[in-house]
């Protein structure tokens, strides 16, 4: 039954890999996702004016706390010990669109994907449901892991990596 998938036993139950004899690299890996608002909203936000207060300060520190408790979270996700953890917004007013960007990075036996994936996802949900009082349709999209590096996979660049935008060192 398990054959070919990692995270189940011969009997079909889920378990949790064995990277104990896995070699410690260091990992990095960046995520991103999207949060679609109104004009309106978008302007309460890119001036701090919203009722619940400053969403971008809060969805940062919500996202570096999420990639520190991503295993917590996610059942079969190792605890690792995070090297570095960071969540940054590029804010496009004429769209109406906040970017999430997040990276972490560790020495361990095992990727960070998902805690860059977490931090990002985390942080837009915090700008969520700080909008939330003033819009109700707010839509997050577009989750994806952009770039990870380390371990026996190697580099993966996504191709909606930035053109020209040179990856972080590894």
């Given amino acids: ?3 070919g998938f990692t995270h189940l036993d011969a009997d079909g ?14 990992r990095l890996a960046v995520a991103a996702c999207e949060v679609h608002l109104s004009p309106a909203t978008m302007a309460l936000l890119a001036t701090a004016a919203l009722p619940k207060g400053d969403a971008l300060n809060t969805a940062k520190i919500a996202g570096i706390m999420a990639a520190k408790r991503t295993a917590d979270l996610i059942p079969l996700c190792h605890p690792l010990p995070l090297a570095h953890a960071d ?4 804010v496009d007013q004429a769209a109406a669109v906040v970017r999430v960007e997040a990276e972490a ?21 915090t700008i969520y449901d700080m909008c939330k009082a003033v819009q109700k349709d707010i839509v997050v999209s577009q ?17 909606d990596w930035p053109a020209g935008r040179p990856y972080p060192a590894s």
Wanted: no cysteine; hydrophobic share 45%; proline share 2%.
């Fill in 1 to 3: 039954m398990s054959e």
């Fill in 13 to 26: 139950a889920a378990r949790m890999v064995d990277v104990g004899g896995k070699t410690k690299t260091r």
């Fill in 87 to 90: 969540v940054r917004f590029d």
């Fill in 105 to 125: 990075s560790t020495v361990a036996e095992t990727g960070v994907e998902m805690e860059a994936l977490t931090a990002a996802m985390v942080a837009a949900l």
């Fill in 143 to 159: 989750a994806k892991l952009l770039f990870k590096s380390g371990g026996k996979s190697g580099t993966f660049v996504s191709p």
